[in-house]
């Protein structure tokens, strides 16, 4: 996998349990805090395009605030309808407590 790491922001800015927006370069993605582990997807649902952070996270699962639909946060994976697709997720390394992620 090539692409370049980028530096997002400190780890405490993504608690667990929540989901936050940060703008990383020309993208708005979606970092969510699970079981102490950061996940990042696109911020934008496939379906409604309604905002994935203001939606309700439940363990791994991201529910659209728009109709419902809902994502797997580890890989992107549409779950239910009305999804019909995916969104993009995003490779994250924590290093001395910042949150980087894989931009390819």
């Given at each position: 996998?090539?692409?370049?790491?980028?530096?997002?922001?400190?780890?405490?800015?993504?608690?667990?349990?929540?989901?936050?927006?940060?703008?990383?370069?020309?993208?708005?993605?979606?970092?969510?805090?699970?079981?102490?582990?950061?996940?990042?997807?696109?911020?934008?649902?496939?379906?409604?395009?309604?905002?994935l952070?203001?939606?309700?996270?439940?363990?791994?699962?991201?529910?659209?605030?728009?109709?419902?639909?809902?994502?797997?946060?580890?890989?992107?994976?549409?779950?239910?309808?009305?999804?019909?697709?995916?969104?993009?997720?995003?490779?994250?390394?924590?290093?001395d407590?910042?949150?980087?992620?894989?931009?390819?």
């Amino acid at each position: 996998m090539s692409g370049n790491w980028i530096y997002v922001a400190q780890r405490a800015v993504v608690p667990d349990d929540d989901v936050v927006a940060i703008q990383v370069e020309a993208r708005e993605l979606a970092f969510y805090g699970v079981d102490g582990t950061v996940y990042a997807t696109d911020n934008i649902c496939t379906h409604g395009h309604a905002r994935l952070c203001d939606g309700f996270l439940e363990g791994h699962e991201i529910e659209c605030p728009l109709h419902q639909g809902k994502f797997d946060v580890r890989t992107g994976n549409a779950l239910c309808a009305p999804l019909i697709e995916g969104i993009k997720s995003y490779p994250i390394k924590v290093e001395d407590g910042k949150v980087f992620v894989l931009i390819d």
